[in-house]
């Protein structure tokens, strides 16, 4: 059952029905969109009609999995659904953050049978999330940082390039990569946000009281050294609980490397190493596919809650 009906939404269901087949002969998967709802109106096969009560929807179509690509506004009813699908024994799927932050600890509470995937939320296309739920688990990391948020790369590159904040800003509106209002990204409250959320995911900190310590992106800009590239650099460190930074500073290696909406993050390892993952730029698509992913790991594999 798919929440959202905007262009992720759309492209969820427009995959389903172009790969289908595909994800049936890979993964032995019958994967099918039962229902959408919107903001008012919800379509169930080829009838559409007013929005009914979720959990008897849940109970009349057998959805296994809720999806979830609403927007991160605040609004209650994200969290509501939410924990009434993990409660009806559905796995939740979404690429909503506002919930996530605010809900936490509720949400996993209610997860008791069901798994709580949230890729889409915490870097789309590129599994970030994945690395800090799962695969790293017994690596010891010590601290995360990265650049989550393709906005603040590109206007910081357009900005190395000699243009004014106004007009590159406009670029990457242009461009289709920031939103209308960017505010979120220049502040880091999204990069923060992302962040806050890997964090549950690898020291089990509760978002809801996690800090948030920003420097936005403002002229004039900090000097970097020459051929540096200045970067809007997301962290936390497992020794300093409850805090997650976003700072304008001169970033080498993976980071320094981004172009455009491209996005990296880098995970401190102790012993084993860096280990760093990027690429996966910004899109309804690509957030989409993330979605499947997580879709299909649900289904496939046996975990409860956001573990």
């Known amino acids: 059952m798919l929440a959202g009906r905007g262009p992720v939404g759309r492209q969820f269901t427009e995959l389903i029905a172009e790969r289908g087949e595909q994800w049936r002969a890979d ?11 919107g903001r008012e109106r919800e379509r169930i096969g080829r009838e559409e009609g007013p929005l009914t009560d979720l959990a008897g929807l849940l109970e009349r179509t057998g959805a296994e999995v809720f999806a979830q690509a609403v927007p991160s506004d605040g609004d209650p009813r994200a969290a509501d659904e939410a924990l009434t699908a993990l409660r009806h024994g559905a796995h939740l799927v979404t690429a909503t953050k506002s919930h996530l932050l605010a809900h936490w600890t509720e949400l996993a509470a209610a997860a ?30 010590r601290s995360v940082s990265g650049c989550l948020n393709g906005t603040s790369t590109f206007v910081l590159d357009r900005l190395a390039e000699g243009a004014d ?18 505010t979120a990204d220049l502040s880091g409250t999204d990069a923060a946000t992302k962040f806050r959320l890997l964090a549950a995911l690898l020291w089990g900190w509760d978002p809801a009281t996690t800090r948030f310590e920003g420097e936005p992106i403002a002229e004039p800009l900090p000097a970097v050294p020459e051929g540096g590239r200045l970067r809007h650099i997301a962290s936390a460190d497992r020794d300093e609980p409850g805090v997650v930074r976003v700072r304008l500073r001169a970033a080498d290696g993976a980071l320094a490397a981004l172009r455009g909406p491209d996005k990296a993050v880098r995970y401190d390892c102790g012993e084993a190493g860096e280990i760093v ?31």
Do not use: C, N, Y
């Open 277 to 307: 993952l990027s690429g996966g730029r910004s899109s309804p698509r690509g957030a989409a596919l993330s979605m499947i992913k997580d879709t299909i790991g649900a289904l496939l594999e046996s975990t409860t809650g956001f573990r």
């Open 165 to 182: 904040l106004p007009s590159a800003i406009a670029q990457a509106q242009r461009s289709g990569i920031a939103e209308a209002d960017p």
């Open 112 to 141: 008791t049978g069901s798994s709580v995937r949230i890729s889409a939320a915490t870097g789309a296309a590129m599994p970030a999330g994945d690395l800090a739920r799962s695969v790293l688990r017994g690596f010891d990391v």
């Open 27 to 37: 993964h032995g998967l019958d994967l099918r969109v039962v229902a959408a709802r």
